[in-house]
């Protein structure tokens, strides 16, 4: 498809409790990004792919967080036993050969 | 990671041209320029980007200064649609198309009709 999705739309987890996210990039794109939206205009990068394999990690905060991008699969970003410092809009986004990034709509998180 | 500095808000009026301004003074050679926008409970929508020469798309116009630490995002005549918040975002040449965003906090441009 022409636009990136995410579901869910929304999560509610209570604290330590696992959350996994799903993207699914523009058909033909090559790098999938995942980021984080704290705070109103706070954005954190927290990693990348290049097709299956891991391109740049390191935003990730590795004790909680992993993510996968395998063939044939949305792409997924999944928290282990989460924190209320957790809860986010996480944003995806794929990139093809025209140096822009397209944005998914969002999964908000909270954690409770 | 090179940092960019932003207004936090700017305000315009419908139908009017609205400049707003970037500070990158630590850019490096090679990085290349992106703006995107968020309207509200969106994701970040692409705007336009560039390297070194003056750039314009149907959507905007963006001007880089000769020594590329600055730049400035130009609409030509704001409308309601266009209130947003506007992030200015360098990202790595070695793969333009793999390198990741740095956001800074953006400026919120207000438009009022």
């Known amino acids: 498809g022409e636009e990136v999705a995410q579901t869910p739309k929304h999560l509610v987890r209570g604290e330590g409790q696992k959350a996994k996210l799903y993207c699914a990039p523009i058909?033909?794109?090559?790098?999938v990004f995942w980021y984080q939206q704290v705070l109103k205009n706070e954005f954190k990068f927290l990693i990348s792919f290049q097709n299956e394999n891991v391109f740049d990690e390191t935003g990730m905060p590795k004790e909680r967080f992993s993510a996968k991008c395998l063939p044939n699969s949305p792409c997924s970003l999944e928290i282990q036993a989460t924190k209320l410092e957790d809860s986010a809009v996480y944003f995806c986004?794929?990139?093809?050969?025209?140096?822009?990034?397209?944005f998914g709509p969002g999964t908000r998180l909270t954690v409770t | 990671d090179a940092k960019t500095t932003q207004p936090n808000s700017m305000e315009s009026n419908e139908e009017e041209p609205v400049h707003l301004p970037c500070n990158h003074s630590t850019i490096s050679g090679t990085d290349y320029i992106h703006w995107y926008r968020q309207l509200p409970s969106q994701g970040p929508e692409y705007v336009i980007h560039g390297l070194t020469s003056n750039v314009n798309n149907r959507m905007a116009s963006l001007a880089i200064a000769e020594d590329r630490k600055s730049s400035t995002l130009i609409l030509h005549r704001a409308t309601l649609r266009d209130a947003a918040v506007y992030y200015c975002?360098?990202?790595?040449?070695?793969?333009?198309?793999?390198?990741?965003?740095?956001f800074g906090d953006g400026t919120t441009l207000t438009v009022k009709p």
């Open positions: 986004a794929s990139s093809g050969t025209g140096g822009q990034q397209y």
């Open positions: 058909k033909g794109h090559s790098y």
């Open positions: 975002i360098l990202r790595a040449n070695y793969n333009t198309n793999a390198g990741k965003s740095t």
